[in-house]
């Protein structure tokens, strides 16, 4: 029987059908720690890590890093480029839903809209869960789809661009009764081989996740439109939100 979709949807397809919507992880670890000014040496979990992309820059920099996956295709990936690298990051293979560490960690971290994959009990979980795993005064970063947008109809969209393997149609159309943004990315290949992934994820409005965020015991909770700080409007591309506990 098939998995849900993050359970199938993270294999060796997702550098190609996802590849081209990923930012410079460089430029937005560099945006992360002045935004946050991270001693260094804290511990860092990157929650959801998929490939490394971030992990592996926050170790460079002299961060202890904890990598947390359900995928063990995806943490293959990361393993074999922190070896190349020479950079030491723990990885674990667990759900986020049961990952808890308790106390451990100064910073969670779960980019690149990681959170909202279950449904709204279950999503309550992982921030429970993520609240036991900081230590005090740890903080929570959270970088999401903007549900503003969705709201206003500015996430409904269909794009086609040429990328390097080939050509790449995604679609992406937000539920405004259920709040969820759902996708289907398909890439035809050069050699005309087509694969196609989709995925299904629950979008929040900030009153929302502040009550979840609230509930799961942080005291302090602010939101961005990037993860550079600018202000969170209807029309920005993301929702960061910072999260600290007290």
Known sequence: MRGAWFETIFDERYPELFGPLEEDAEQEVEEILRMLSLRRGSSVEDLGCGRGRHAIPLARRGYRVTGVDLSEKMLAMARDRAGREGVSVEWVREDMRTFCRPGAF???????????????GENQQVLDNVAKSLRKGGVLLLDLRNAGKGLHRLEDWDETREVPSGRLRMTMRFDRKSRRAKARHLLTRRDGIRISSTFDVRVYSTEELSGM??????????????????????????MVAVARMG
């Open 106 to 120: 100064h910073l969670c971290l779960s980019l690149f809209t990681s959170f909202g994959y279950f449904h709204d």
């Open 213 to 238: 965020l609230y509930r799961a015991g942080m005291k302090t909770v602010a939101f961005f439109g990037s993860l550079s700080g600018a202000p969170l409007g209807e029309d920005s591309p993301r």
